[in-house]
C-alpha cells in the first residue's frame, strides 16, 4: 500500500510517499524562512500563497523520484489540523482533489499524531505504551501513548510554549527569524552558568510554564545591556547559553517526573524542539539513569514534514474503514484529546 504525505499546516511545504514494507519512498520540504523572515514571523496570507504555488510541482517530484504515477496511489493522506485555516485549505483541497479523481481515499491527519508517530519511521522505533515529550513552537506537552489515538494528556504548557520561549528571547537578543534554532547556536558558544535563571514549576506537578522564565530572561537582558545600546558577542552567548539550559532543565525535570509518575518504560521526543542538542543530551541522561529507553526521530523528521504526515495518514487509514467520497477537513484549532482510535474494519 503506498500512501501521498501532504502537510501544510504552517510554513513548510513537506511532501513524500510510504509504501508498506519499505518506508520513505521520496520526500520534498520547502521552507518559508526568507519569506517570513523580513516580518519576524509567519504571515497566514503569504503561507497560503506559497503553499499554492509550491505543492503540486512537489507532488510531481516526489512521484517522479519514486518511479510512480498517480494511479499507483492508495491513499492521500493531509494535515487537516491544527494550523492556518488558509495554509491548510490548500493541502485539504488538493488532497481531495486529486482523491476524488483517482477514487482513492483522503486521510485527515491530526498534525500532532504525526509529530508522535514520526519515531515508527527509524529502524530502532519504538513498540507502545510510551510517554512522549510533544515540543515545538506551538505545543508543549507530556502524553501517554497507550496506542494509535489511544492519548492521555498528562502535563501541558500553562502558557507559552517551549519553542515560542526559545523565539521570544531571541528576538530580544536580536537573533534572525527563525530565533530557536539560531539561540541554540549561539549558545554553544556561552557559559550557561552566568546567568542565574529560575526552572519553572519546579517539583511542582506535571505541567509547564515559559512565560516566567522569558520574563527572567528579558530582565537579565536589560540588566546586562545597561546603557549600551548592544550588547557584546560573549554576554549575549552567556545570556543564551543560561536561558537554554534554564528550559532544557524544565523540560528533563517534568519528564523525570512523568516517567516516575507513569511508570512507562520508554520516552519519545516528538517536535521541532526535539532537534535541540542540549535536549537531546539531558534526556539520554536522564533515560540512562532512570533505565528508560529514549527514542528521538532524526532531526529532518522533528520539523514539520510530509513523511510523518504519510505514515500516520496509512496507519490510519490501514486500520479504518473507508471513507467516501474524500471531504476537506480544516480544524485550526483541534485538540489532541478528540482524536480517538480508528474504528477496526
Not at 519511521?121 to 505545543?139: R, Y
Not at 528521538?296 to 471513507?323: K, Q
Request: net charge negative; hydrophobic share 50%.
Amino acid at each position: 500500500m503506498r500512501v501521498l504525505g501532504i502537510e501544510t499546516s504552517c510554513d513548510e511545504t513537506g511532501v513524500a510517499v510510504f509504501e508498506q514494507g519499505r518506508g520513505i519512498l521520496a520526500e520534498r520540504l520547502a521552507s518559508q524562512v526568507a519569506i517570513h523572515a523580513a516580518f519576524g514571523g509567519v504571515v497566514p496570507e503569504l503561507a497560503s500563497r506559497d503553499h499554492i504555488a509550491k505543492l503540486l510541482p512537489m507532488v510531481e517530484d516526489v512521484l517522479a523520484e519514486a518511479g510512480l504515477e498517480l494511479a499507483d496511489l492508495d491513499a492521500i493522506a493531509y494535515t487537516a489540523g491544527p494550523g492556518l485555516i488558509g495554509a491548510l485549505m490548500v493541502g485539504g483541497s488538493l488532497a481531495a482533489s486529486l482523491a476524488y479523481a483517482l477514487g482513492i481515499p483522503a486521510v485527515p491527519v491530526h498534525h500532532l499524531e504525526g509529530h508522535l508517530l514520526a519515531c515508527m519511521l527509524e529502524a530502532d522505533a519504538p513498540e507502545f505504551p510510551f510517554l512522549a515529550l510533544l515540543v515545538s513552537g506551538g505545543h508543549t506537552q507530556l502524553i501517554d501513548v497507550a496506542g494509535l489515538g489511544c492519548y492521555r494528556i498528562v502535563g501541558e504548557t500553562l502558557d507559552d510554549a517551549a519553542g515560542e520561549a526559545f523565539d521570544k528571547v531571541a528576538r530580544l537578543l536580536g537573533l534572525p527569524y527563525p530565533g530557536g534554532p539560531e539561540l541554540a547556536r549561539l549558545a554553544d558558544q556561552g557559559n550557561p552558568q552566568r546567568f542565574a535563571l529560575p526552572r519553572p514549576l519546579k517539583n511542582q506537578g506535571l505541567d509547564f510554564s515559559f512565560s516566567g522564565l522569558k520574563t527572567a530572561a528579558r530582565i537579565a537582558i536589560d540588566a546586562a545591556r545597561g546603557p549600551r545600546a548592544e550588547l557584546d558577542l560573549a554576554t549575549r552567548a552567556d545570556l543564551a547559553a543560561s536561558f537554554q539550559a534554564a528550559a532544557v532543565d524544565t523540560l528533563a525535570g517534568k519528564c523525570k517526573q512523568a516517567l516516575e509518575a507513569t511508570g512507562l518504560p520508554r520516552l519519545v521526543i516528538a517536535g521541532g524542539v526535539g532537534a535541540n542538542k542540549l535536549l537531546r543530551a539531558s534526556l539520554a541522561e536522564l533515560g540512562r539513569k532512570l533505565g528508560v529507553r529514549v527514542y528521538y526521530p532524526r532531526p529532518a523528521l522533528c520539523t514539520d514534514n510530509g513523511a510523518m504526515i504519510a505514515y500516520a495518514g496509512w496507519c490510519r487509514h490501514t486500520a479504518a474503514a473507508r471513507d467516501w467520497p474524500p471531504r476537506i477537513v480544516a480544524k485550526p484549532r483541534w485538540p489532541l484529546a478528540e482524536l480517538a482510535p480508528p474504528n477496526r474494519i
